[in-house]
C-alpha cells in the first residue's frame, strides 16, 4: 500500500492508454517520482536520444506519500531527458494535481511516442483516453483549465497542461498545473508539447491507502508537531520564500546584473517589505495571502495582486485578480539578476510565465544575459525587435515576457535559453548556465557549497538538488563543502523520490520522514535506507548523463564565477573554488578522477 | 383539544408528533388505514429489494413510540365525516368526535383503463402488504412484466431487479420515462441506461388487456407472458369522502396558506393536499415525502393554534434507476424568456440542465451526479440572486456548489 | 454547552488536510471525495472556504428522511445517520439546502458530518486555525444559519 501498484502507459502515436502493474521491486529500491521515473526512463529510453524526438518519453510519477496526510504530501514529477539540458530531468511540482492522479489509481503516467494532432489525457479513475485538443492548441494554461472542466463539466478535474511556450518550443517551457504550480525547470514543458501533448485532466474518487494506518497518523502528528511550531515554517507561512532576498543580499550571494554583481542596490524595492507594504496608488499591498498545496502544513504559497495603476496591465484587466505571486527565484531572476527594482513589473513577468507555462528562473536569467549582450553591443535594436534592454528596464522586462509567451520576435531568442542565445550572438561566457540550465538565485562565489552543487547538479544549474545553505551561510571558505554537498545530494534525491516537498526537510530530518514513510508503507524504511536509495537515484541519474555523453568538463561553472572575484559582500575578493571541490567529491562518491562511477561503486549501489 | 388525524403517513405522523410538542395534554387520535404501524411508502422498494426488513420501513422505531407520546393510534378506515358536528364514523363502526381534523389520506395507484387487472398474478406495488406478496412471488430468474415507467415504477423497477427479475416495461404511449419528473433528453438516457442494464423497455405501446397467465396484451397484438405482472401507472389522491363532506376538492383537497380547507376546523396535508407550489405560486399536489413532513408540521402548528404560514412546496425528486441517479427541482421545464445552462455527455449518461429566469436559478434536471444536489434546492429556494455566478453556471452548470458557497460563505 | 465547528475561511490556505482527515476518520483512507468537509476555492479572490454541515436547527434531512435513520446525537447535538437503518433512498440529500448531505455509491448509504462524536478530526488535523470547535454560541456558522432559517419555502416556525 502507499504505492497504488499501477502505472498508465500512453502511447500517443497509436493513441492507445494501458494499465500495468508498477514494478514492485524497483520500487524497494527507487522508492517512487523523481527515483522510480528515473529508473523506468533509464531502462525505456537510450541517452542519447533527442529529446524533443518522439523516442524520448515523459512521465508523470508520484511518490508513496503523495496523496497521504504527510505534511506536502501532493508533490509529483516530470521525468524525461530535458530539452533544455539534454541531460535526464526531474522537475518536482506541488499543487494538487499529483495527488489527484495518485487518488485516481495511478503511480505513474508513461507517456511515449507522438501524437499525429493536438490531443489531451483525460483520466477518471481507471478510465483514461486521449481527446483532441485542436480547440485547446495556441491557449493559456488559465484558459485550457477551466475549458477542459467545461468540457466534461467537472469542476474537481485536477490539470497540467503546457501554455504557448510549450508548444512553441520555448527551451525552458514548464508544465503547469492547478494555474500557478509548476514542473518547471530543464524544459520538460518543451517535450511535452513536442509530443501534440497540450494537458492531462485527471479526477480520482479511489482514495490512498497506508499500510499502518493507526501508526501512520501517529507518525503524522509526531511530525507535524515538530514541524508545525518551528520559525523555519513560520517564516515560510509569513514570508514565503521572499524571506530569502535580503538573506541572500546581506550574505552577498544575490546574482546581480548577470552576476557581474553579487549585492543588489535595488533590494529594497524587490523585497518582503515592498511585497507587504500598503501601496501608495490603490492603498492596497501586493501580497493579499498564502496558500498551501496538497497536504501542506507550510502554504509557502503567494498570493498577489498587481497594483492595477501599473503600467504592464493597461487594459489588461484579465491580470487583476488575484493570482500566484512572487517567489524568491522568480523575484530575483526578474529583479537583481535583470537589474529590475520594481515589483509590481516582476509580479507581471511571474504573472505571464505562468499562464504560459515558462520557468521564471531561466527566463530571467535569459534576459539578463539580453541585457549584457545588448549593453556590451554584441545585439542592438535590429536583433530586439527594437527594444532597448539596459539592465534594469522594466519595459524591457515585461516586453519580454510577453513577446517570449507568445513567440514572437526576439522572444524566440529569448525562448532558446541563455545558452543557444549566448552562442548565436558569439559570447558563450555571458550565459550563466550549467548544463545549458540557467542559474537560480545564489552566487557561487560566496556560496562555495552551492557552487558545487551548481556544478555537479545531474539537471543542470539547480538550488534544489542539495541544502548546503545553513553549512555555507556560516563558513564562506570551500574546504569540507564536497562532504556536505554530497550527503546532502543523497538525502535530497530521496525527498523527491517519497512525495513530499524539500521544504517540510528544512525542519524534519531524514530520520522524522522516514518513520513516517516506513508506516505508510512495506519495506522496512529507515534514514539509511533512504540514504542508500538516494545515492542509487544520484548515481543512476549521473550514469544515464554519462551515457548520453556528457562528461567530467560539463561539472563546471561559467568563468565569470571561476575567475572574477566577487566585488563586495562577505565573499569580497573570493571566486568559486570548484577546481579544490570537486576531486574531492568525485572521491567521495567513488568515482573516477574524470567523474565516472567505478564499478565496486555500481555494484555497492546494485546498479 | 381533540385531534385527530386520518392517515399514517409521513404527514399524518409529523403532524401527531408536532401537536403532541406544542399541545402537551391535548387529546391526539391518529388513524391509519393499513395494518400495522405507521410505515413509509418510500421504503418499499428497498422492502422488496430484500435490503431491509419489514420494521425497516416503519417511521418509528421504537414499539410504543406513539403510547409514549399519547398519541391514540387505530388501525381503521374514515367512512363519513360530519363537519356540521365534527364528528367522523370509521369502518370498524367507532365514532369521534374532533375539535380539528387532518386529512392526510394520501394517494392510491390510478387504475389502468385495460380489463384483467383482477387476473391472479397482477399487483400493484403500494401498500406494504402488496410487497409482501409480490417479494412472495418475485423469485430470481422469473419474468416481470411491469407497467408504467414513472418515478414509483422506476423505483420498483430497481427493487425487481435487484432480485434478481427479468424485467419487461411497458412504457406507455408517451415512450418516455419519468416524464413528470424528468425532460425528455433525461429520460432517453434513463431509458437506454435501462436497456443497457437488461431492461427490455417498450415504448409507444398501451396495454390492451391482462389475460390469465398473467399475459399482458398490448394494443397491437403483442403478449407477453410473464410469472408476475405490477402496474403502477400513476396514483391519485384519496380524497373522494372529503368531497362528500362538502370541502373542496379540485386535484387533491384544496388548502389555503395555512393548510387550512374549505371547511372550518378542517386541515389537509400531504399527497391528498393541493397546496401552495413554491415554484409556480399556484396550488397543485406534490406527492413527495419532504412536502408531506412539511405539510404535516405546519398543518399541526395551525390546528392548535399557531398562525404559521406555509410558504410553498418545492417539487423535486431523486431517482436511482439501476444504479444511475437522477434528480429534478422546481421549474425544470423553465418559464418563458429564461435561460438554460445545459451539459450533455450521453456516453457517460451525464447530464445537467439548470434553468434561470433573470439570475435565478428555478429548476433543475440531473443525471448522472449525486454530489451536493441539495445545494440546488439551496439555490432555488433561497431565490438566489446569482449575478456573476450566472454567467460561470452558464459555462459549467455543475459549478452550482462553488456559487452556494460563495454566496452563503 | 453544546460545541459546534467554527469555519474562519480568511485563515484557510486550501491544504485540503481537513478533507483528509475526514476521510481517514471515517473510512481509514485518505480520499477528499469521500470527505463529509470540502474546500472550495475562489482563485481570482485568493479566497478558500472549507464548507460542511452546520447542524442547523431545521434539521432538513432529519425530517426528509422516511424512515428515522438520521437523529440527534443528545452529547454533540449533531445530526447523525445510522448506518443500519438509512435505506439508501436520498432523499435527505435534495432536502438539504446546503448540499453537504451525499450519496455513498460504495455503501448505497449517505454520509453528513456527525462531528466524529464531539472531537472532529478535521479541526485536529487544520494547520492554521481556519477550523475550530467551540462554544456553539458565537460560531460564525450564525451567518450560515440564519440563512437556514429565512429560506423562503418550508416551515417558518418550529415545534
Known sequence: MSWQGKILRVDLTKGTCTAEPLNMEWAQRYLGQRGLGSKYLAEEVSPKVDPLSPDNKMIFATGPLTGTAVSTGGRWSVVTKGALTNAIADSNSGGYFGAELKMAGWDMIIFEGKAPRPVYLHIEDDRAELLAADYLWGRTVWEVEPAIREKHGDPMLKIASIGRAGESGVMYACVMNDMDRAAGRSGVGAVMGSKNLKAVAVRGTQGVRVRDPKGFMQAVATARAKLDPSPVRKSFTRHGTMAMMDTANRHGTLPTRNCREVQFDGVDKVNVATMTRVRLSDGKANLIGNKGCFACSIACGRVSKIDPSHFSVQGKPKYLGAQGGLEYEAAFAFGPMAGVADLEALTYANYLCNEDGMDPISFGTTVAAAMELYETGAITGKETSGLALPFGSAEALVALAELTARGEGFGKDIGLGAKRLCEKYGHPEFAMVVKGQEFPGYDPRSMQGMGLAYATSNRGACHMRAKPWSDDFARITPDNKANVVKASQDEVAAIDSSGICFFATNVWTLDDLASQLDAACEGGWTAEKMREVGERVWTLERTFNLKAGLTKADDTLPERCLKDAAKSGPAKGMVAELGKMLPEYYTLRGWTADGVPTNETLQRLAL | ?409 | MLKSLHIDPDKCTSCLLCELACSFENEEVFNPAKSRIKVFTFHDQGRYVPYTCTQCAEAWCMSACPVDAISVDRATGAKVVSDDLCVGCKVCTIACPFGTVNYNHDTGKVIKCDLCGGEPACAAMCPTGAITYVDADWTGYDKMRRWAGKTDAGPQAHA
Open chain 2, 1 to 409: 383539544m381533540k385531534h385527530v388525524i386520518v392517515g399514517g403517513g409521513p404527514a399524518g405522523v409529523t403532524a401527531a408528533e408536532t401537536l403532541r410538542k406544542v399541545e402537551p395534554t391535548a387529546d391526539i387520535t391518529l388513524i391509519g388505514g393499513e395494518a400495522g404501524p405507521p410505515y413509509c411508502r418510500m421504503a418499499i422498494p428497498y422492502y422488496l429489494a430484500g435490503n431491509i426488513a419489514e420494521q425497516g420501513t416503519y417511521f418509528r422505531h421504537e414499539g410504543d413510540h406513539y403510547a409514549r407520546l399519547g398519541i391514540r393510534y387505530l388501525n381503521d378506515r374514515v367512512e363519513a365525516i360530519s363537519a356540521t358536528d365534527g364528528r367522523i364514523r370509521l369502518a370498524g363502526g367507532v365514532d369521534l368526535a374532533y375539535d380539528r381534523l387532518l386529512l392526510a389520506t394520501g394517494s392510491r395507484p390510478a387504475m389502468l383503463p385495460a380489463p384483467g387487472l383482477d387476473t391472479p398474478g397482477v399487483y400493484s406495488c403500494w401498500t406494504l402488504d402488496d410487497a409482501r406478496q409480490i417479494a412472495a412471488r418475485a423469485t430470481a430468474g422469473a419474468e416481470v412484466v411491469l407497467i408504467g415507467a414513472g418515478f414509483v415504477a422506476c423505483i420498483i423497477m430497481q427493487a425487481l431487479a435487484h432480485r434478481g427479475m427479468k424485467l419487461t416495461v411497458v412504457a406507455g404511449s408517451s415512450g418516455r420515462m419519468v416524464r413528470s419528473m424528468m425532460d425528455e433528453t433525461a429520460g432517453d438516457l434513463i431509458m437506454r441506461w435501462c436497456r443497457e442494464h437488461g431492461v427490455s423497455v417498450l415504448t409507444g405501446q398501451r396495454v390492451a388487456a391482462i389475460e390469465d397467465g398473467p399475459t399482458v396484451v398490448l394494443a397491437d397484438g403483442q403478449a407477453l407472458k410473464a410469472n408476475l405482472v405490477v402496474v403502477a401507472s400513476g396514483v391519485r389522491p384519496n380524497s373522494e369522502f372529503a368531497a362528500a363532506a362538502g370541502v373542496t376538492v379540485e386535484e387533491g383537497i384544496v388548502v389555503d396558506g395555512y393548510l387550512k380547507t374549505s371547511v372550518e376546523g378542517i386541515f389537509a396535508a400531504g399527497d391528498v393536499a393541493q397546496g401552495l407550489d413554491f415554484s409556480t405560486r399556484t396550488r397543485s399536489v406534490h406527492a413527495i415525502q419532504p412536502t408531506a413532513t412539511e405539510h404535516g408540521r405546519v398543518a399541526a402548528l395551525n390546528m392548535a393554534g399557531r398562525s404559521v404560514a406555509y410558504r410553498g412546496s418545492l417539487g423535486m425528486n431523486v431517482l436511482d434507476s439501476l444504479g444511475l441517479i437522477s434528480s429534478s427541482f422546481g421549474q425544470w421545464q423553465g418559464v418563458a424568456g429564461g435561460e438554460a445552462a445545459i451539459h450533455l455527455d450521453a456516453a457517460r449518461y451525464r447530464y445537467m440542465d439548470l434553468k434561470f429566469d433573470g439570475d435565478r436559478l428555478i429548476g433543475v434536471n440531473s443525471v448522472g451526479r449525486t454530489e451536493n444536489l441539495g445545494a440546488l434546492r439551496g439555490l432555488i429556494q433561497k431565490r438566489v440572486r446569482l449575478g456573476a455566478w450566472k454567467d460561470r453556471l452558464m459555462a459549467n452548470p455543475y459549478r452550482f456548489m462553488e456559487a452556494l458557497v460563495a454566496v452563503t460563505a
